[in-house]
Every structure is written in C-alpha cells, then in structure tokens.
C-alpha cells in the first residue's frame, strides 16, 4: 500500500475510534427567532450546558474541546448549517456554573431559517426535522406542537418572537462539562 493511502486510512481509523469514544453535546438547545419584517428578522440558538460524554481519557476530551473551538466557535459548523443566512456571531459564556454557547444570525427570508408560511400568509410554521443534531427532541414552545405525528411548531400569524426548545442530553456520572477547559483556555 503506497504511503498516502496507508495514512489515510489510518487518519480514517483514528477518526472514527475517537467519533465513537467520546461525544459533545449539550444538555439543551433553546431557539428564538425575532421577526424585524414581513420575512426578516434574527435568530439566537443558544447551547445550554455544553459536555462531553462518555469521555475515557484526557486526550478524548481535548478533542471534544478542540471540536467546540476550531469547528463550532471559529469554524463553520454553524453557517453550513443555515447557509442563506448571514452576519453570524458566536460566543461562549458561563451560566449558571455550566459553559454555554450562543449563535446570532440574520435572515432576510423565513425558508434561509427553516421557518415557513404557506403563501406567506397564515401562521408561522417550524418542523422539528428542521433541528440540525441527532437527538434533538421537542421540550417546549411559546407555539403549539403537533405531537409526533405531525411534528411542527405552529404560531399565530401575529407573533414576532417564535420560541422553542430542544431537550439533547442529560449529564450523568460519564459526562465532563466543558466549562473547566474554556475557563483555563479563555477562547
């Protein structure tokens, strides 16, 4: 096997021994789309509670932290994820003894942040496939869920601030906040 394949596939085989070991998450995700304009507005995701789960090493949790830094903080984890949106701001910050992130973008039509209205009348719409993490489960809304068999938000068509969370993980005895490691880098 000539060289360049042969570190691929190792470069394949760490990446995925380290994507299986060890996991960041956050406990919950809360959403809140501020409308400006008739299909304009701001949307704040804030992360609650970032960690890492099922963490064996110290290594396995420098890479978790290093995945929150280079691809969600300084990366673009966020703007491929809403790639019509635009004027993105990212922060980290401590609440409540728990580190947080929190991502602020701007939109110019409700479809670039999942949102939707049928003829652009009518009340505002949001399904739940429109959440970008695995795990994301409905929590709660200042809108009216459908339930699991049809599971979209649905707000009056006179509403400005659309809300609503997502429940994601609840930390346990194999989880490592990542609070301790951003106070010590300050990033």
């Known amino acids: 096997m000539p060289s360049t394949k042969k570190l691929i596939y ?3 085989v760490l990446l995925i021994s380290v994507g299986i070991s060890s ?3 956050c406990e919950r995700k809360e959403y809140i789309f501020q409308l400006t304009g008739e299909n304009s507005g701001k949307l704040t995701i804030k992360y609650v509670n970032i960690f890492s789960s099922i963490v064996d090493s110290a290594g396995e949790l420098k890479v ?3 995945e929150l830094i280079n691809m969600w903080l300084k990366g673009e984890k966020i703007e491929r994820d809403f790639p019509l ?3 993105f701001k990212k922060r980290l910050f401590k609440e409540n003894g728990t580190l947080c992130g929190e991502v602020t973008m701007e939109f110019d039509d409700l479809s670039k ?3 939707y ?3 652009n009348r009518g009340p505002f719409m949001f399904s739940m496939s429109g959440v970008n993490d695995d795990g994301e489960n409905f929590a709660q809304s200042n809108g009216e869920f459908g339930g699991d068999k049809m599971p979209v938000i649905f707000w009056p068509d006179d509403t400005r601030t ?3 969370s997502t429940k994601i993980a609840d930390p346990d005895s194999t989880t490592v906040s990542m609070l301790d490691m ?3 880098g300050k990033y």
């Open 117 to 119: 209205r049928y003829k």
């Open 113 to 115: 942040v999942h949102l």
């Open 23 to 25: 996991c960041l998450t």
């Open 182 to 184: 951003w106070e010590a």
């Open 64 to 66: 978790d932290y290093d």
């Open 162 to 164: 659309l809300r609503f």
């Open 85 to 87: 949106a635009k004027k």
């Open 10 to 12: 190792i470069l394949i």
